[in-house]
């Protein structure tokens, strides 16, 4: 994460002094934020859980494109793994999840 040193201390965010997040991720919300606000934020990748698919977008120019990989995760396939791992921790618990996601994570 390229901001996540300038944040420390940060208690209350304000974008005039500090800056945008470097990802943002919505999940099943009622009230969706839409693509457009996350642009005018400038942050630069968002993740959206819906309906049990996750789909990553990227910031280009000002416009956000779908993507099948995550630039900050390159090397794990999250639309395949997290709606995986979200389902584990409905059925089976959340530290099952979080020991399965550990072990999968250190292969």
Request: aromatic content about 8%; glycine content about 4%; proline content about 8%.
């Amino acid at each position: 994460f390229q901001n996540a040193s300038k944040m420390h201390g940060c208690t209350l965010l304000d974008l005039t002094v500090y800056p945008p997040p470097d990802l943002a991720i919505e999940s099943d919300v009622t009230s969706p934020t839409t693509l457009a606000a996350y642009t005018i934020l400038g942050v630069p990748e968002v993740w959206i859980y819906r309906h049990g698919e996750l789909k990553l977008y990227r910031l280009r120019e000002e416009n956000y494109i779908e993507v099948l990989n995550s630039p900050t995760f390159p090397n794990i396939p999250l639309t395949e793994k997290v709606p995986h791992w979200v389902q584990l921790a409905i059925e089976q618990g959340t530290s099952q999840m979080l020991r399965q996601l550990k072990q999968e994570l250190s292969e």
